[in-house]
Nanobody, 117 residues
Framework: QVQLVESGGGLVQPGGSLRLSCAASGFTFSSYAMRWYRQAPGKERDLVAFISSAGSVTNYAESVKGRFTISRDNAKSTVSLQMNSLKPEDTALYSC??????????WGQGTQVFVSS
């Protein structure tokens, strides 16, 4: 079955960096685009970044452009999110997402990011 397991969250000071990873299994990873979402307390879940199946196309939310970078390693079935110049408003639960596999969406359990001094 599909499994998505995120890691790498934690507490970081404003201006700091974190690298999130999502380990995928149960499907042909190299055939599917992947996404990172985040959900802050009391807010809706928002799309943060997208990467195509081959990694050749990426898209970002305006709020993270120039600060976050999504990447993938198809040999290791992982997708990562490098987050630099973090701000308090980046505090959220970050989840990776597989969309449209056998008609369904799949989510990991998420990894919490806290940005605070």
């Amino acid at each position: 079955q599909v499994q998505l397991v995120e890691s790498g969250g934690g507490l970081v000071q404003p201006g700091g960096s974190l690298r999130l990873s999502c380990a995928a299994s149960g499907f042909t990873f190299s055939s599917y685009a992947m996404r990172w979402y985040r959900q802050a307390p009391g807010k809706e879940r928002d799309l943060v970044a997208f990467i195509s199946s081959a990694g050749s196309v990426t898209n970002y939310a305006e709020s993270v452009k120039g600060r976050f970078t999504i990447s993938r390693d198809n040999a290791k079935s992982t997708v990562s999110l490098q987050m630099n110049s973090l701000k308090p408003e980046d505090t959220a639960l970050y989840s990776c997402n597989l969309r449209g596999y056998r008609g369904a969406d799949f989510w990991g359990q998420g990894t919490q990011v806290f940005v605070s001094s």
